[in-house]
């Protein structure tokens, strides 16, 4: 027993189609992948420029470290300890004022 319409179209013939038209549209996709490409925007290309600066910052302010060490070689470095106190205070986060 056959289902479908009598005359209807050959299965062969519509795979063989299917198959001619895959390939073709899988084509036209790789091209458009090869076509497609990716520029930064500007903000991206001037955040990347600001991070490479930051990298390149020393964490040692080295001019304060050479001042400080001439001073207490002196002997004039006088620390405040009011100052100080209140330093660390702040960055604990315990400041009161």
Known sequence: ????????PDAAKVYGIQ???????????????AADSFEPSTQIRELRELKERLQNISEV???LV???REEIAAGRY???PERIAAGILEELGLNRR
């Open 66 to 68: 050479d001042r400080l």
């Open 61 to 63: 302010r080295q001019e």
């Open 78 to 80: 006088e620390p405040d």
């Open 1 to 8: 027993m056959k289902i479908g319409p009598p005359n209807g």
């Open 19 to 33: 198959q001619r038209l895959g390939k073709s549209v899988e084509k036209a996709k790789e091209s458009e992948r």
